[in-house]
């Protein structure tokens, strides 16, 4: 059973989610408040946190904040219908989905499949990928601009991976939300391009220059630098 | 604008400007009338002037008399004219106009008074030393026309002052009077727009008359309106909060009651109206931020354009299913100052709307613009669909929480009454406005329209 970690102070809907879980092969660990959240989900012991954004003592997106500084587990937010700026900082600060609250618990799981099955690649035999000066090790899930690492999260390593293996062409965001959140792009959903801003923020670093571009109606498009710059 | 303003001060100062001049008139406009003390005073002047032209003429021929009367006119600005018993002209100056009077003076032996040119003129008979009668008409300095004087210049400045005195004194009166009422019109207007916290100036405030009066009575009315208002806001928001967790809850039930005992339409049923319920939070939750909005959405400069065309693209997606397409037109680049999400919601809201009641098989048209307007730049989103429309007297209502038009059909498209609540407040806060109006050839037409940002991006 893999275990997973939910952060919700609404104890009765923990049990209720608990005992859905098992059926479907998790084992689902409840916490009731931010402080004792982020304590639980550094521990290592989860392979993924849902986190509620409107907790009691320490807020969802300070736990975030915390969490993301010292650890890259795969979190999916439930934010509260009509909380639209939360969801979006939600996903800023590294959240790798979310799902708008009251859910259905089958979308729950759903979701919780699609980053779980992204974020532990069955193939150990990593490959190495380069682009200009990026270059990415898919087995160690790491990625380098010229000799520099880059720290990126799960969602941001999934999506620079997509953009390289087309590199010049452009991607739908039917595609990316289907390869790297693994579910349907739904209608009005802007999960996937909040990441792929935040992944546009890492990869520009220093050096000037957009490397993904946004092809109006289309999607998206990585352009590739030839010339290694030295800086 | 100013046109209460304007009215009262004209009224005031021609009030008074007639008032003076009828004054004037009323005193001294009144041969026959009532001041006979100063007819007295005019014969016994006209006399005094009669004798001594008399004695000149009697001591020194009618040159002597002619040269008196002369003088008289050059010194004292004063015409007169003597004349003989028959009234036959001895000296003076400008005579024949004297003659009625004359004659007038010769029949009876009070003196005869007439205005001319707004001077009084007297006629009195006389008897020199001699014993000789004779008449002696003059214009003497009183009347309106002495109030004017003979100097034009001396008679400008003066009427010219009493006039600038007056209208001075009627402008500060008027402003003293209309100026808390415009205050008040204006603190109005914006309470009425949605500007709960608006109360009428401090400084009206003081003041101990009614005008006072009438603006504190204006913010103790505002005070409770504003109470009132937010107290009904923070319930629908608290209810709205409070909904979601047993809402929340029993959505994981029901999943695992179907778990447990197997799909059932009852389960079906159950599941579609919690989703409902959920939405009609969701939406009222939306309502609720924007209406008390104790935050300010963060505003920057953000392409409309792009925004709309994402909108456009979704909905396009969504409406495939229901067998209509979505129609983007118009300029594609234009810039504003707003929060993106919450355009993005109000715009989606429109759009989805449109969708809802085109009727199958035609297209929704969106459309940006830029529009300028009285020298402000706007940018004008218009949606329209061909759809049933919306009855004319029902057009203003669409925009409130929870307006249904027809109850049963607005029901089964699944529409909560929620969305184009939000974008009318979207759009209030973006210091813009949506109207809507049926085109002309059928179907809803909505037009979005807040203020545009400068063409050109800053880099």
Same mark, same amino acid.
């Given at each position: 059973?893999?275990?997973?970690?939910?952060?919700?102070?609404?104890?009765?809907?923990?049990?209720?989610? $608990?005992?859905?879980? +098992? @059926? %479907? /092969?998790?084992? =689902?660990? *409840?916490?009731?408040?931010?402080?004792?959240?982020?304590? &639980?989900?550094?521990?290592?012991?989860?392979?993924?946190?849902?986190?509620?954004?409107?907790?009691?003592?320490?807020?969802?997106?300070?736990?975030?904040?915390?969490?993301?500084?010292?650890?890259?587990?795969?979190?999916?937010?439930?934010?509260?219908?009509?909380?639209?700026?939360?969801?979006?900082?939600?996903?800023?600060?590294?959240?790798?989905?979310?799902?708008?609250?009251?859910?259905?618990?089958?979308?729950?799981?759903?979701?919780?499949?699609?980053?779980?099955?992204? $974020?532990?690649?069955? +193939? @150990? %035999? /990593?490959?190495? =990928?380069? *682009?200009?000066?990026?270059?990415?090790?898919?087995?160690? &899930?790491?990625?380098?601009?010229?000799?520099?690492?880059?720290?990126?999260?799960?969602?941001?390593?999934?999506?620079?991976?997509?953009?390289?293996?087309?590199?010049?062409?452009?991607?739908?965001?039917?595609?990316?939300?289907?390869?790297?959140?693994?579910?349907?792009?739904?209608?009005?959903?802007?999960?996937?391009?909040?990441?792929?801003?935040?992944?546009?923020?890492?990869?520009?670093?220093?050096?000037?220059?957009?490397?993904?571009?946004?092809?109006?109606?289309?999607?998206?498009?990585?352009?590739?630098?030839?010339?290694?710059?030295?800086? | 604008?100013?046109?209460?303003?304007?009215?009262?001060?004209?009224?005031?100062?021609?009030?008074?400007?007639?008032?003076?001049?009828?004054?004037?008139?009323?005193?001294?406009?009144?041969?026959?009338?009532?001041?006979?003390?100063?007819?007295?005073?005019?014969?016994?002047?006209?006399?005094?002037?009669?004798?001594?032209?008399?004695?000149?003429?009697?001591?020194?021929?009618?040159?002597?008399?002619?040269?008196?009367?002369?003088?008289?006119?050059?010194?004292?600005?004063?015409?007169?004219?003597?004349?003989?018993?028959?009234?036959?002209?001895?000296?003076?100056?400008?005579?024949?106009?004297?003659?009625?009077?004359?004659?007038?003076?010769?029949?009876?032996?009070?003196?005869?008074?007439?205005?001319?040119?707004?001077?009084?003129?007297?006629?009195?008979?006389?008897?020199?030393?001699?014993?000789?009668?004779?008449?002696?008409?003059?214009?003497?300095?009183?009347?309106?026309?002495?109030?004017?004087?003979?100097?034009?210049?001396?008679?400008?400045?003066?009427?010219?002052?009493?006039?600038?005195?007056?209208?001075?004194?009627?402008?500060?009166?008027?402003?003293?009077?209309?100026?808390?009422?415009?205050?008040?019109?204006?603190?109005?207007?914006?309470?009425?727009?949605?500007?709960?916290?608006?109360?009428?100036?401090?400084?009206?405030?003081?003041?101990?008359?009614?005008?006072?009066?009438?603006?504190?009575?204006?913010?103790?009315?505002?005070?409770?309106?504003?109470?009132?208002?937010?107290?009904?806001?923070?319930?629908?928001?608290?209810?709205?909060?409070?909904?979601?967790?047993?809402?929340?809850?029993?959505?994981?039930?029901?999943?695992?009651?179907?778990?447990?005992?197997?799909?059932?339409?009852?389960?079906?049923?159950?599941?579609?109206?919690?989703?409902?319920?959920?939405?009609?939070?969701?939406?009222?939750?939306?309502?609720?931020?924007?209406?008390?909005?104790?935050?300010?959405?963060?505003?920057?400069?953000?392409?409309?354009?792009?925004?709309?065309?994402?909108?456009?693209?979704?909905?396009?997606?969504?409406?495939?299913?229901?067998?209509?397409?979505?129609?983007?037109?118009?300029?594609?680049?234009?810039?504003?100052?707003?929060?993106?999400?919450?355009?993005?919601?109000?715009?989606?809201?429109?759009?989805?709307?449109?969708?809802?009641?085109?009727?199958?098989?035609?297209?929704?048209?969106?459309?940006?613009?830029?529009?300028?307007?009285?020298?402000?730049?706007?940018?004008?989103?218009?949606?329209?669909?061909?759809?049933?429309?919306?009855?004319?007297?029902?057009?203003?209502?669409?925009?409130?929480?929870?307006?249904?038009?027809?109850?049963?059909?607005?029901?089964?498209?699944?529409?909560?009454?929620?969305?184009?609540?939000?974008?009318?407040?979207?759009?209030?806060?973006?210091?813009?406005?949506?109207?809507?109006?049926?085109?002309?050839?059928?179907?809803?037409?909505?037009?979005?329209?807040?203020?545009?940002?400068?063409?050109?991006?800053?880099?």
């Amino acid at each position: 059973m893999e275990r997973l970690l939910i952060v919700e102070d609404d104890v009765e809907l923990c049990g209720l989610l $608990a005992e859905r879980f +098992r @059926s %479907d /092969g998790f084992s =689902l660990e *409840a916490v009731h408040d931010g402080a004792r959240g982020l304590e &639980r989900a550094l521990s290592g012991e989860h392979k993924l946190v849902i986190l509620d954004l409107m907790l009691p003592r320490l807020g969802g997106l300070d736990v975030l904040r915390k969490l993301r500084a010292q650890s890259g587990i795969p979190v999916l937010i439930l934010t509260a219908r009509g909380e639209d700026v939360d969801r979006i900082l939600g996903l800023e600060i590294g959240a790798d989905d979310y799902l708008p609250k009251p859910f259905n618990p089958r979308e729950l799981l759903a979701r919780i499949r699609a980053i779980l099955r992204r $974020a532990s690649p069955a +193939r @150990s %035999d /990593g490959e190495r =990928l380069t *682009a200009g000066d990026i270059t990415l090790d898919t087995g160690a &899930r790491e990625a380098w601009i010229n000799s520099r690492q880059v720290n990126l999260t799960s969602v941001e390593f999934s999506l620079l991976e997509e953009f390289m293996r087309h590199a010049g062409h452009v991607v739908t965001r039917d595609d990316l939300t289907q390869s790297v959140l693994g579910r349907k792009l739904g209608a009005f959903d802007r999960v996937i391009d909040v990441h792929v801003s935040n992944l546009r923020k890492k990869l520009t670093g220093g050096s000037a220059g957009e490397r993904v571009k946004a092809v109006r109606g289309a999607g998206y498009q990585f352009v590739v630098r030839s010339e290694t710059k030295n800086t | 604008m100013r046109s209460l303003f304007l009215k009262i001060f004209l009224w005031f100062w021609a009030t008074v400007v007639l008032t003076g001049i009828t004054l004037i008139f009323s005193f001294l406009l009144q041969p026959g009338g009532a001041s006979f003390r100063i007819h007295a005073a005019l014969g016994e002047t006209a006399s005094v002037y009669g004798r001594a032209a008399i004695a000149e003429l009697e001591g020194g021929g009618p040159e002597a008399a002619a040269t008196y009367l002369e003088d008289l006119r050059k010194n004292a600005h004063t015409s007169a004219c003597l004349f003989n018993r028959e009234g036959t002209e001895i000296a003076g100056h400008d005579c024949a106009s004297f003659s009625r009077l004359v004659n007038a003076a010769a029949e009876k032996s009070a003196p005869a008074i007439a205005m001319r040119h707004g001077l009084v003129r007297v006629g009195v008979r006389l008897q020199g030393e001699s014993g000789t009668p004779y008449l002696f008409a003059t214009e003497l300095p009183a009347g309106p026309g002495a109030a004017f004087g003979n100097n034009f210049f001396g008679l400008l400045l003066h009427w010219g002052a009493a006039f600038l005195v007056s209208g001075l004194i009627c402008y500060l009166l008027t402003r003293y009077l209309t100026e808390p009422i415009l205050r008040l019109r204006d603190a109005s207007r914006q309470l009425a727009a949605g500007n709960l916290s608006m109360r009428a100036a401090a400084g009206a405030e003081k003041r101990r008359d009614e005008l006072g009066d009438l603006v504190r009575d204006f913010n103790a009315m505002g005070d409770r309106i504003e109470a009132l208002i937010t107290s009904q806001r923070q319930l629908i928001s608290d209810v709205s909060h409070e909904l979601r967790s047993p809402l929340a809850r029993l959505t994981v039930a029901l999943d695992l009651a179907r778990e447990h005992k197997g799909d059932d339409p009852a389960f079906e049923q159950m599941q579609k109206d919690f989703d409902r319920l959920n939405e009609m939070v969701g939406r009222l939750l939306t309502v609720a931020r924007l209406d008390t909005s104790a935050t300010p959405a963060e505003m920057k400069r953000l392409d409309f354009g792009a925004l709309v065309a994402e909108v456009a693209a979704d909905a396009e997606f969504e409406s495939r299913e229901l067998n209509c397409n979505v129609q983007l037109s118009g300029d594609n680049h234009i810039y504003v100052q707003g929060n993106s999400d919450l355009l993005r919601s109000a715009v989606e809201n429109i759009v989805r709307n449109a969708i809802r009641y085109t009727a199958p098989g035609t297209t929704v048209d969106v459309n940006l613009r830029r529009r300028n307007s009285a020298g402000l730049a706007r940018s004008v989103l218009t949606v329209r669909d061909h759809g049933p429309g919306v009855a004319e007297s029902e057009l203003a209502n669409i925009f409130q929480p929870f307006y249904r038009i027809e109850d049963a059909r607005d029901r089964q498209s699944g529409g909560v009454g929620l969305g184009l609540a939000i974008s009318d407040r979207v759009a209030r806060l973006h210091g813009g406005m949506v109207r809507a109006s049926n085109a002309t050839d059928g179907g809803l037409q909505v037009e979005f329209e807040i203020p545009a940002a400068e063409v050109t991006p800053e880099t």
